[in-house]
């Protein structure tokens, strides 16, 4: 199979929570940011080797820029 990615590797559409102000959050990956860029209002140093990803969340319908140890990929029992 090509294209194969890790286990725990998140890509855009995949549903997360984070914690935010101390509560927790949800929303989806909309994106993964693997060079230094503008996102979400502010400079994010991210590389292939060290990625971020952009968040939309689900309540504010904002977006935001987590490192993937900030989020939790959500459990989909459908």
């Known amino acids: 199979m ?11 559409g995949d549903e997360v929570t984070w914690k935010s102000h101390g509560s927790s ?20 140093n991210a590389s292939p080797d060290d990625p971020q990803y952009r968040v939309r969340s689900d309540k504010s319908d904002r977006t935001a820029v987590h490192k993937p140890s900030a989020l939790q990929k959500k459990d989909r029992h459908d």
């Open 2 to 12: 090509t294209g194969k990615r890790k286990k725990d590797e998140l890509s855009a």
């Open 25 to 44: 959050t949800s929303g989806k990956v909309e994106k993964k940011i693997t060079q230094r860029t503008e996102e979400a209002g502010r400079t994010v």
